[in-house]
């Protein structure tokens, strides 16, 4: 696995990560404008950290020896 790889699927969990913790932060009571700005940005920054992992996964399965 190249180091290449390795940092798309470590980004992407961060991502994905981040994401979980924006929308645990919805828990406590917020106003709606935080609650609409945390649901946006966790709902992308999960898509966006799942596509990088799938993207990673598919570059590593077209890898030499392949």
Known sequence: MSWGVIA?????????????GLLL?????SGPAKVYVFRMVGIM????GALL??????????GPGR
């Open 45 to 48: 920054t999960i898509a966006a």
């Open 25 to 29: 932060a919805l828990t406590r009571p």
């Open 8 to 20: 798309m699927f470590a980004v992407g969990v961060l991502l994905v990560l981040t994401g979980i």
């Open 53 to 62: 992992a799938i993207s990673a996964g598919v570059i590593q399965s077209w």
